[in-house]
């Protein structure tokens, strides 16, 4: 059975720890510059998560696995002009500290890949993106969904490795302020989320499957164990 939250509330969510020691915080375009002048490599595993290089977590198995069939289910049923992209690059700037790049593990863009041949995808581009979490699982929930929130991304899914279920967060809220989304939903192992259009799918929450807004239609269904290894 799925579960609705509220995820408003109060926020428990602890903001990124600043250093103690003098450090250097990188805006996108420095970042880029690092990597185009090889002080950074493009297999080096960081992040830039709110102007910090932040370590990637390892990948095990599981994990692999979990991207894998991910991709392969929503490849499944998008529409025409859009394509599933993962582990690449998204860039999300907003006005106020956000200077961020994540990796995400997986992202649906509209358009084509030849589209991004002098950009990466930025928020205004994407229906969708999925963190595949099991040792990531805090970072996702916290710092990962944080910044998504700020940068407006309508749908945040977490694949969660380690209760075995999906977490569905819609409506991003407070994004000048302490971003976040308003409404989180979990489909257990056998559950069905239906990728529907967010706004001609109204009524109430509860009642309602997983929301995708992609071309202002429905685009099809998958069950959660279709995700998970």
Known sequence: MSVFTQSRGKNFEQPLAVPTEPVWRFRVEQYHQMIRWGILGEDDPVELLEGWLIPKMPKNPPHRAST????NALEAIIPNGWYVDAQEPITLETITLDNSEPESDIVIVKGDTRDYLDRHPGASDLALVVEIADSTLERDRTLKKRIYARAGISV?????????QLEVYTQPIDLATTPTYQQRQDYKLSEQVSVLDAVAHG???QDRAASLLIDGSPIGSLTVQDLLP
Request: no cysteine; aromatic share 12%; charged share 25%.
């Open 156 to 164: 945040y899914w977490i694949v969660n490795l380690i209760d075995k």
């Open 68 to 71: 894998k069939l991910t991709r």
């Open 203 to 205: 009524g109430n929450p």
